[in-house]
């Protein structure tokens, strides 16, 4: 079993900064992909941030320029650095792992959720 421990989040002003990280704990033979969505009030969860394995990144239009994803490997941790944040940034943002179990398969896991809230 593999647990996702996030930290981070909390309030912050319009244009302001913050991080949040993401450890990864448990069996794990390895990372296939880590990254970030988010669930704003009524709206669907989207993803916002992933970095898979290889080091390919990839961005939703609405944060590119903006957010930056990172992975320490060595800690089984994905990093997510917010800038100029905006008022609709403002959700739950939820960590997602895609872990190794073996060589040959694959599960999904998902963090318990920080809450970002931006004010204007």
């Known amino acids: 079993q593999v647990q996702l421990v996030e930290s981070g989040g909390g309030l912050v002003q319009a244009g302001g900064s913050l991080s949040l990280s993401c450890a990864a704990s448990g069996s794990i033979f390895g990372i296939n992909r880590m990254g970030w969505y988010r669930q704003a009030p009524g709206k669907l969860r989207e993803l916002v941030a992933v970095?898979?394995?290889?080091?390919?990144?990839n961005y939703a239009d609405s944060v590119k320029g903006r957010f930056t994803i990172s992975i320490d490997n060595t800690k089984n941790t994905v990093y997510l650095q917010m800038s100029s944040l905006k008022a609709e940034d403002t959700a739950v943002y939820y960590c997602?792992?895609?872990?190794?179990?073996?060589?040959?398969?694959?599960?999904?896991?998902w963090g318990q959720g920080t809450q970002v809230t931006v004010s204007s």
């Open positions: 970095s898979m394995r290889g080091g390919v990144t």
């Open positions: 997602h792992a895609n872990i190794l179990a073996s060589r040959v398969s694959t599960n999904d896991y």
